[in-house]
C-alpha cells in the first residue's frame, strides 16, 4: 500500500534550526511536496522536489532522496510564525497526492 | 497564484439533511479537487471535480454521498448529502497551479462542518 511517515509533533527553540523527516511508499513517484498550515487556516505550498538533492528557499530548504524514500524540510532561524503544521505529500504514479499526517511544530521562546 | 473562495465557512446542520458548499476561482483552472480533513489528521481527497463531465470518485466516496457540480472553469460545489455526525469535518476545495500534471495546488479556506 501506499504510505507517508512523518513525525507527529516536534518542539524547537526560536532561532534555531529544526529538520522534519518525511518517508514515503508508493506506486511510482511523481515528486515531492511540502505545505504549511496554521491551525484552522489551509495549507500552502512550501517546496517540490523530483531529483535528488537540496532545494533552498530563503529560511526554508527541502531535500529529497529518491533511493531512500526520504525528504526532510529544514527550518533556520526559526520564528514564531513557523509554529504551524507541516505536511508531506508524495505525487504517485497516476499524478494522485498521497498526505502525511502533519508534523506539529511548536516553536518556543 | 490564484485566490480560492469557499462559502460558507462554517455551518452547524442537523442529522439527516445536507449542505452544499461553494468553491469560487479568480481565474479558469482545469483541475478542481474536493478534500475532507479531520482534525488533526491528514488530508482525504473526496474527487476530482472536472468540467463538463462527472466527477472522479476516491475509494470510499460515491456521487450519491457526495454530489459535485462543476459548471465551468472557476466554479464548483460540494454537496454533503443526508448527514450524520461522522461528517463533520472541514472540507476544502483546491485547484491545480498549472497545467502540469505534477502541479502543486492552492487551496480554499475550507468549511468547518458539524454535524448534531
Known amino acids: 500500500g501506499q504510505n507517508i511517515d512523518q513525525p507527529t509533533e516536534m518542539t524547537a527553540t526560536e532561532g534555531a534550526i529544526v529538520q522534519i523527516n518525511c518517508t514515503y511508499q508508493t506506486s511510482g513517484f511523481n515528486g515531492l511536496f511540502w505545505y504549511q498550515q496554521h491551525a484552522g487556516e489551509a495549507p500552502t505550498f512550501l517546496s517540490y522536489?523530483?531529483l535528488d538533492g537540496l532545494e533552498e528557499k530563503g529560511r526554508f530548504s527541502s531535500f529529497l532522496s529518491r533511493s531512500k524514500g526520504y525528504s526532510y524540510l529544514l527550518l533556520k532561524e526559526l520564528q514564531m510564525k513557523d509554529s504551524a503544521s507541516y505536511l508531506c505529500a508524495c505525487m504517485d504514479s497516476n499524478y494522485q497526492l498521497i498526505w502525511g499526517a502533519g508534523t506539529k511544530l511548536i516553536i518556543k521562546p | 497564484s490564484a485566490v480560492i473562495s469557499q462559502k460558507p465557512s462554517r455551518d452547524i446542520c442537523q442529522r439527516g439533511t445536507s449542505l452544499t458548499i461553494q468553491c469560487q476561482v479568480d481565474?479558469?483552472?482545469?483541475?478542481m479537487f474536493w478534500y475532507r480533513q479531520q482534525p488533526g489528521q491528514s488530508l482525504t481527497l473526496i474527487a476530482t471535480a472536472n468540467q463538463g463531465s462527472e466527477a472522479t470518485y476516491e475509494s470510499g466516496f460515491v456521487i450519491d454521498k457526495f454530489p459535485i457540480s462543476r459548471p465551468n472553469l472557476t466554479f464548483s460545489t460540494l454537496t454533503v448529502s443526508n448527514m450524520s455526525p461522522e461528517d463533520s469535518s472541514i472540507y476544502l476545495c483546491?485547484?491545480?497551479?498549472?497545467?502540469?500534471?505534477?502541479?502543486?495546488?492552492?487551496f480554499g479556506p475550507g468549511t468547518r462542518l458539524t454535524v448534531t
Open positions: 483546491s485547484v491545480a497551479a498549472g497545467e502540469s500534471d505534477a502541479s502543486e495546488q492552492y
Open positions: 481565474s479558469q483552472v482545469t483541475m
Open positions: 522536489n523530483v
